[in-house]
């Protein structure tokens, strides 16, 4: 009997091999957690934009819900950057990976810098030109031209 059991026992396993087999010959689709992630949206760079924001920079920069915090002496709000006349995304990314004094080098990765710029790029005022494009979901990223 015991025997027996044994044999079913691999049988099941080699049952469940050549399915799996199959499954990649025949080009089954990869299980979701495989598959790509899509890029996200404009929406979701700013709100992560903003946590990141208040995680890293709202020691100095007030932001909006700060609660009455107090700005630190010459250093601009938030919504101030991106209403400063003829700002850009490629000033702000060059401001981001090279600091000035006393802006601390946090040493941001791209996709962080990204969505700092977004963040950014929602507290504009009406009308102004976009900083960064607010295309939809799976669309690449084109930045202006910095010149």
């Known amino acids: ?35 790509a992630k899509m890029p996200p949206t404009y929406e979701e760079l700013v709100v992560e934009g903003e946590t990141l924001a208040r995680r890293l920079c709202s020691s100095c920069h007030v932001m909006a819900g700060n609660g009455g915090a107090t700005a630190t002496a010459g250093v601009p709000t938030f919504a101030g950057i991106a209403s400063k006349p003829g700002q850009s995304a490629a000033h702000l990314r060059h401001v981001l990976i090279n600091p000035h004094p006393p802006m601390p080098d946090v040493q941001l990765s791209n996709p962080e810098i990204e969505r700092l710029l977004a963040y950014i790029d929602s507290l504009q005022p009406p009308g102004a030109a976009p900083l960064v494009p607010r295309g939809s979901r799976g669309s690449k990223p084109v930045y202006p031209d910095p010149s």
């Open 1 to 35: 009997m015991q025997a027996m059991t044994v044999t079913r026992g691999y049988r099941h396993a080699a049952v469940a091999a050549v399915t799996i087999w199959l499954g990649m010959a025949v080009g089954a689709p990869a299980p979701v957690s495989a598959q």
